[in-house]
């Protein structure tokens, strides 16, 4: 089901990496300090995006 391996060690390795990503959190500046760049606002919702899909929170 994608959650439960055969074997004990995946299990375990699993579990480490979903608690790193739990561990993991980075914190962007307010959007809103992005306004009077040029591109500041759309890059800063793609730099989100990709944090986001990969697996880490934001602050």
């Given amino acids: 089901d ?3 391996y ?3 060690e995946l299990n375990m390795a699993f579990a480490a990496w979903k ?3 739990e561990a993991l959190v980075i914190e962007l ?4 300090d992005m306004k009077y760049h040029i591109s500041g606002a759309p890059a800063w919702d793609k730099c989100r995006t ?3 899909a990969a697996g880490i929170r934001i602050r």
């Fill in 19 to 21: 608690a790193s990503r």
């Fill in 6 to 8: 055969e074997w004990d």
């Fill in 29 to 32: 500046p307010p959007r809103e």
């Fill in 2 to 4: 994608g959650e439960i």
């Fill in 50 to 52: 990709a944090i986001h």
